[in-house]
């Protein structure tokens, strides 16, 4: 099922925008590398560790690739902020971060501010209006609202 341009709004455009944040940060850190082929596997060293009695970190399941596609269509939204309006840029590509497990974002509005030296509410706004553009030049060339999926 396809989009049409009407139903494009600020708020699908952040749903959309924090999906692709968590499934970002989802992936795996590492992957396989050719270092595996010239070394041996690590081998459990001790019947502690064969049971699972260390602590590890918890950490989401890998993305299916329906989601890493949409994922790089969400994120090929952010560059359709014009250039010259980076701190917007900035701002709705940190926000669009939220971790996986706990939903949270991993900028809240007040950590922004800190970081741009601007009031939490400029960022709130900064936020509103990077999210505003998007909707508008995707309003304005219709021939991309059809290929981001719902």
């Given at each position: 099922?396809?989009?049409?341009?009407?139903?494009?709004?600020?708020?699908?455009?952040?749903?959309?925008?924090?999906?692709?944040?968590?499934?970002?940060?989802?992936?795996?850190?590492?992957?396989?590398?050719?270092?595996?082929?010239?070394?041996?596997?690590?081998?459990?060293?001790?019947?502690?560790?064969a049971y699972g009695?260390?602590?590890?970190?918890?950490?989401?399941?890998?993305?299916?690739?329906?989601?890493?596609?949409?994922?790089?269509?969400?994120?090929?939204?952010?560059?359709?902020?014009?250039?010259?309006?980076?701190?917007?840029?900035?701002?709705?590509?940190?926000?669009?971060?939220?971790?996986?497990?706990?939903?949270?974002?991993?900028?809240?509005?007040?950590?922004?501010?800190?970081?741009?030296?601007?009031?939490?509410?400029?960022?709130?706004?900064?936020?509103?209006?990077?999210?505003?553009?998007?909707?508008?030049?995707?309003?304005?060339?219709?021939?991309?609202?059809?290929?981001?999926?719902?």
């Amino acid at each position: 099922m396809t989009v049409t341009e009407h139903s494009i709004d600020a708020d699908f455009v952040v749903y959309r925008l924090e999906e692709a944040g968590m499934t970002l940060l989802a992936l795996p850190g590492t992957g396989w590398t050719t270092r595996l082929r010239s070394s041996s596997l690590e081998i459990v060293r001790t019947a502690v560790e064969a049971y699972g009695w260390t602590e590890g970190r918890i950490r989401p399941p890998a993305p299916s690739s329906a989601k890493i596609t949409r994922m790089d269509e969400a994120m090929g939204l952010i560059p359709l902020i014009p250039l010259d309006r980076y701190v917007l840029r900035r701002v709705v590509g940190a926000r669009s971060l939220v971790h996986p497990i706990t939903d949270r974002h991993l900028f809240p509005w007040r950590r922004l501010g800190a970081a741009l030296g601007a009031d939490h509410k400029a960022v709130q706004r900064w936020h509103a209006q990077g999210i505003a553009l998007i909707v508008q030049a995707l309003e304005r060339d219709n021939k991309m609202a059809p290929h981001i999926s719902a």
